[in-house]
């Protein structure tokens, strides 16, 4: 099992971030998946669950407002997306698909 998160780098304060992460080793239809983020000295936290049809999702309080998240079974991807990127949105987005964790990607703000 592969689970490859892409997509990181350097965001302006105001900006938009697109992350995907991609799987393989899997049966990608039958998986739940999560997006995380882990910001500089905190904890891991969850940002959003897609079920496996992607049809039922949930995306956490914090970032209601500003994050979509989607995923493509026919391709084994999925998608999150950040408007009005904030210096709180910096660290380590990871995915995880069932059981499996990619190595994260690294978003870091400008100034």
């Known amino acids: 099992v592969q689970v490859v998160e892409s997509g990181g780098g350097l965001v302006q304060p105001g900006g938009s971030l697109r992350l995907s992460c991609a799987a393989s080793g899997v049966t990608f239809s039958t998986l739940g998946l999560g997006w995380y983020h882990q910001a500089p000295g905190k904890e891991r936290e969850l940002l959003a669950t897609?079920?496996?049809?992607?049809?039922?999702?949930y995306v956490s309080d914090s970032v209601r407002e500003r994050l979509t998240v989607s995923r493509d079974n026919a391709k084994n991807t999925s998608v999150l997306q950040i408007k009005n990127f904030k210096p709180e949105d910096r660290g380590m987005y990871y995915c995880?698909?069932?059981?499996?964790w990619g190595q994260g990607t690294q978003v870091t703000v400008s100034a």
């Open positions: 897609l079920n496996r049809s992607g049809g039922d999702t």
């Open positions: 995880r698909v069932g059981l499996s």
